[in-house]
């Protein structure tokens, strides 16, 4: 389901050339798993049914994962991605094994079935092997062997990014996601397994093992479905939200318990928050658990991943250096916010990420906005400006690579879609706009361009080139001025051709005035005490640069 195979050829298309010093093995590498292959765009994934047993003592596993499929058009070789260390042992429909041939982190399965347009068909892919070690997730992908503070068993998994089949096969790209999914996972006793969605069973095997058996009965990212292994303790709540009683689940490590009480009572103001700016939380049908992790944390579906020591800001720190982000734990807010941003609307490509974190740090602003007002909130996404680099564009310079941009798309992304609510100038507006891409878009996913389009679309103003320059420019727009006398001389430059953003600016010794620049020169009076007395709205993430009277503004002045 939600396969965006209509979009192949958008895809695709979008990819930049390659260059000739490029290692031409990882051009293909990064293709084949980035983009909509012959071998994926004829099956859509409608279920993933995914057993897997788990051996700490040398941190193998194995399993299988029967991949129900619909068929779009016939097909006879099928691509599954399964990352190396680990192996297909074996591929099979109906009842009778499959070949298949490994091409770096791909493999090729040869149907022998015939496969019409308009079925219903399973495949049954049996592996194995230790999987990558996540060293430091959950940046780097995959699983997290770790203990506790009482030294038992500590296991997760995280793999955004590096993709769901460092750990486990399937169709890896963002643009196809099962309907629905099944997650059994088989571990030693007395571990407990948290998963996505809801517990089904937890089934003792007799040999000293359980199998604990997780149902998501909605779509779901790849990369969303984890495993979280450990020594839990287990509470519930109840949140009276926008779609009725939304079922809370809390796991932190049982040594825990009484501080996770505590701190996560922050939950229920976090959701009250986001249901009235997002619209409802997505998953009412599978609820809202919070795991504790050995790392970080990670925005899984469903079954948030928080590992942030039960400290207000992130591990304790503000990010934005205002003192706005010490009130509130980081990890809760920013985290759920992705319950909306890249769980219920995903993009379809890596490159457009920006979607996710974008929207995920503006998100953190709103949420000091209902803590503390509207000012505090604008206060703290400005302090997140300090940690914007501007070096590399947020967007890469390819789609259909399954590349990503830069981490700019944290702060600058939160500060472009500040500047735009500016532009809208209707908070109102503002607020319909993003409830209404969460609705219209529900369970979907999307490309970066159809979010653009949408906002423009509702706010009635053409915003693609405020868009183009945050989002594939390093220069931040830059306000030229001149002062003369009463004279006022003002241009941008360092903007994209056409670039079109209103800019309140300070002109006399109170309140603003809005200008409309363009790269060329404009002339207009002002009255202010003294020149230093000029500023821009501080809520536009743009500059200003001043020059002398007497200095050349080079080609043509005013």
């Not at 990670?298 to 706005?324: C, F, P, V, W």
Request: overall charge negative; charged content about 20%.
């Amino acid at each position: 389901m939600r396969s965006l195979l209509l979009l192949a050829g958008l895809v695709l298309a979008a990819s930049a050339p390659a260059s000739a010093q490029e290692d031409a093995a990882t051009l293909r590498a990064d293709s084949l798993r980035g983009s909509i292959t012959p071998e994926r765009a004829w099956w859509d994934v409608a279920f993933y049914d995914l057993n897997v047993r788990i051996q700490p003592t040398d941190s193998s596993i194995r399993g299988v994962n029967h991949i129900t499929y619909r068929v779009l058009e016939p097909g006879r070789t099928m691509q599954v991605d399964l990352q190396v260390p680990l192996v297909i042992d074996s591929v099979l429909q109906e009842g009778r094994a499959l070949e298949s041939r490994r091409d770096g982190n791909a493999w090729f399965v040869t149907l022998t079935e015939p496969q019409a347009a308009g079925e219903q068909r399973t495949v049954s892919v049996y592996y194995s092997g230790r999987p990558h070690v996540a060293k430091s997730a959950p940046w780097d992908g995959g699983f997290v062997w770790a203990v506790d503070s009482l030294g038992r068993g500590f296991i997760a998994t995280a793999c955004q990014g590096t993709g769901a089949s460092i750990w486990w096969p399937n169709k890896d790209i963002q643009s196809d996601e099962p309907d629905s999914q099944r997650v059994a996972i088989t571990l030693p006793d007395p571990l407990k397994n948290v998963s996505n969605g809801r517990l089904r069973s937890a089934t003792p095997n007799g040999d000293g093992t359980t199998t604990w058996e997780w149902f998501i009965s909605q779509p779901i990212n790849n990369y969303d479905v984890a495993v979280n292994a450990a020594h839990y303790a287990h509470f519930e709540d109840r949140y009276a939200g926008e779609e009725g009683t939304l079922t809370l689940n809390f796991w932190p490590l049982d040594v825990h318990a009484d501080t996770a009480r505590r701190q996560f009572q922050q939950v229920q103001p976090m959701l009250a928050c986001f249901e009235h700016w997002f619209g409802p939380y997505p998953w009412y049908a599978d609820g809202f658990q919070l795991v504790e992790t050995p790392h970080l944390g990670m925005e899984h579906q469903s079954g948030i991943a928080y590992g942030n020591r039960y400290k207000n800001g992130y591990l304790g720190r503000d990010l934005s250096s205002t003192g706005r982000g010490l009130s509130w734990d980081f990890i809760i807010v920013h985290e759920s916010a992705h319950e909306w941003w890249g769980n219920n609307l995903t993009t379809a490509d890596l490159a457009d990420m920006w979607v996710h974190e974008s929207f995920a740090n503006y998100a953190e602003g709103l949420y000091v906005e209902c803590r503390e007002g509207k000012e505090a909130g604008a206060e703290y996404i400005r302090g997140n400006r300090k940690s914007i680099r501007n070096v590399a564009p947020i967007i890469p310079a390819a789609y259909g690579r399954n590349l990503e941009g830069s981490g700019d798309m944290y702060p600058k992304g939160g500060n472009m879609l500040h500047t735009i609510r500016q532009v809208v100038g209707d908070d109102d507006t503002w607020r319909r706009i993003l409830r209404g891409l969460n609705s219209v878009y529900r369970h979907s996913v999307v490309t970066g361009r159809q979010v653009e389009e949408y906002i423009s679309w509702q706010a009635g103003k053409d915003l693609s080139r405020i868009f183009a320059q945050y989002l594939t420019q390093t220069t931040i727009p830059t306000l030229e001025y001149r002062i003369d006398g009463r004279e006022f001389a003002y241009r941008w430059v360092g903007t994209v051709p056409g670039f079109d953003l209103p800019l309140p600016v300070r002109l006399s010794g109170e309140g603003y005035t809005t200008l409309h620049p363009t790269d060329a020169w404009q002339v207009t009076r002002h009255a202010l005490p003294n020149p230093e007395a000029f500023a821009v709205h501080p809520d536009y993430y743009v500059t200003a640069q001043a020059l002398a009277p007497a200095v050349s503004a080079g080609g043509s002045s005013p």
